[in-house]
């Protein structure tokens, strides 16, 4: 149900935005997508994209540029003639008590997970409203419902991606565009693989489902939510966490 529409996912060319990435080609979506730092990734992505028998386009950009966001969406939509969906996926974490946090630390992981969110968001938002239609989907986190030690950039950034969302969800339901959020929880990532072992443990201990979630986990809530199967759900927050944040 989503042949030939296009999406634009950010931070696509590795862990989560890579899953996201595939998903949509599966289903014969088009789909931009940008990075920070790995052309090989990046270059990799788009081979596995046309093997699918999609279409893809890539560009290196930050996020926190706000001209550079605005230019890849209108790259996006010469080059394939149209605009459907985002995900805003791009994030980072510099973790560290806030007693030994910098400046420089907090304002990139917020500027980056928040701040280019809503970088991208204003770019396309237009877009959406003029032809009264779009979905869009921002990954959050656990974090940002229950906050984490050592996380007080990442949580505060997360957290504002859930009030933006269920913000947005109500300014533009009237236009037919739908505004969703999917917060995971420990998933299998670059981001996780170097915790220690000792910590790994203790973090599967607290989860119902005992392991932590895979890319795919994610990808599979997001693509519900593109998906007309979820037509009238919008401002929600879809939690992939293997149950470790019920109450």
């Given amino acids: 149900m989503l042949k030939d529409k296009v999406a634009i996912v950010t931070g696509g060319s590795r ?74 996926n791009a994030g980072i974490i510099r973790d560290s008590a806030l007693m030994n946090m910098t400046l420089d630390n907090w304002k990139e992981v917020v500027d980056t997970n928040l701040g280019g969110y809503f970088n991208m968001t204003r770019a396309c938002i237009v877009t959406f409203l003029k032809q009264r239609s779009g979905n869009i989907v921002n990954i959050s986190s656990v974090t940002g419902l229950t906050g984490r030690a050592r996380q007080t950039n990442y949580a505060a950034a997360k957290a504002g991606i859930i009030g933006f969302t269920k913000a947005l969800a109500q300014e533009v339901a009237p236009f037919n565009i739908r505004v969703n959020a999917v917060a995971p929880g420990f998933i299998e990532t670059e981001m996780t693989k170097d915790l220690k072992p000792e910590y790994v443990e203790k973090i599967k201990g607290l989860i119902p489902k005992g392991n932590f979630g895979t890319t795919t986990n994610v990808a599979d809530a997001v ?3 593109l998906s007309d199967d979820s037509a009238y759900i919008t401002g929600q927050v879809i939690q992939v966490d293997g149950g470790i944040n019920m109450k």
Wanted: net charge positive; proline share 0%.
């Fill in 15 to 88: 862990g989560i935005g890579r899953a996201i990435v595939l998903a949509l080609a599966q289903t014969k979506a088009r789909i931009a997508f940008n990075y920070l730092k790995s052309d090989y990734a990046a270059k990799s992505l788009l081979k596995e994209v046309e093997k699918l028998g999609s279409q893809a386009l890539s560009n290196k950009f930050d996020v926190r540029d706000f001209n550079a966001a605005k230019e890849f969406v209108e790259k996006t939509k010469e080059y394939f003639g149209r605009l459907d969906i985002l995900v805003n």
């Fill in 223 to 225: 693509m519900f939510l």
